[in-house]
């Protein structure tokens, strides 16, 4: 059971998704794993691989995808779909010069770290790929990032809490209470509920409504990442 929540303490880390929150990859990552699945003859729109795997760890996704259709599917063969995912996305990120943060987002982990705030990252992509896309970006040069965990280093992806509690093991930080986790998919509102945040915070996008994340669980929603600065000093 998470402790319970109370405003008097300063939030001391927030915990940040990737592609669709921080990142603007264009859907991708979405991509990737349709056209994986098509290679297996297996047919989904977008729209349907958005909303059954927004979030989680793509390999574990596919798994779902793929036995939605086949039953149980056999370990090598989700092996080999994964590693076919694996790496078509990471050659779509290394390659395309179309992929960037979103707007305000190193302007955001700059202020938040001037406020002694911890800027981590949290996704559904195995390390490789957060590594490439955090190079991408100059997060790593630039020393905005002061922790990040990916879905392949704990037991259980998202929407289970295991990669904020990562988090607030490596900083000692007591409660999830004193974090705030940021997303744009179901399973993040409901990785933020599991662990205990003070703050859940979800991205407005094309895909979710401001009524449509509340109704998910978060406490906010947003349109911007500089929204988020309001949000911590209240």
């Not at 059971?1 to 592609?19: G, H, L, Q, R, W």
């Not at 859907?27 to 909303?51: A, D, I, N």
């Not at 995912?85 to 938040?112: C, Q």
Request: negative net charge; glycine residues 8%.
């Amino acid at each position: 059971m998470s402790e319970t929540i109370t405003n008097s303490t300063p939030i001391k880390a927030v915990v940040f998704d990737m592609a669709g929150t921080t990142i603007d990859e264009g859907k991708t990552v979405y991509e990737c794993v349709r056209r994986t699945l098509e290679q297996f003859g297996l047919h989904y729109s977008l729209p349907e691989v958005m909303e059954r795997v927004g979030g989680m760890n793509k390999k574990e996704g596919i798994r779902l995808l793929m036995e939605l259709k086949l039953g149980e599917v056999e370990k090598e063969k989700a092996e080999e779909a994964g590693e076919i995912f694996r790496t078509m996305v990471e050659e779509a990120y290394r390659n395309s010069e179309k992929i960037k943060e979103m707007p305000g987002a190193s302007d955001l982990f700059s202020h938040l770290q001037q406020n002694n705030i911890k800027v981590v990252l949290d996704t559904g992509y195995i390390r490789s790929t957060a590594d490439l896309l955090i190079d991408k970006m100059g997060w790593r040069d630039k020393q905005l990032i002061d922790f990040s965990v990916t879905s392949d280093e704990v037991s259980q992806g998202r929407p289970a809490p295991q990669m904020i509690q990562r988090a607030l093991e490596h900083f000692n930080i007591k409660s999830a209470g004193d974090i705030v986790k940021v997303g744009d998919t179901r399973s993040d509102m409901e990785e933020g509920i599991n662990a205990g945040c003070r703050y859940i915070v979800g991205m407005i996008s094309t895909q979710y409504t401001k009524d449509d994340l509340l109704a998910m669980g978060a406490t906010h929603a947003i349109h911007s990442l500089e929204e988020l600065k309001a949000i911590i000093a209240a």
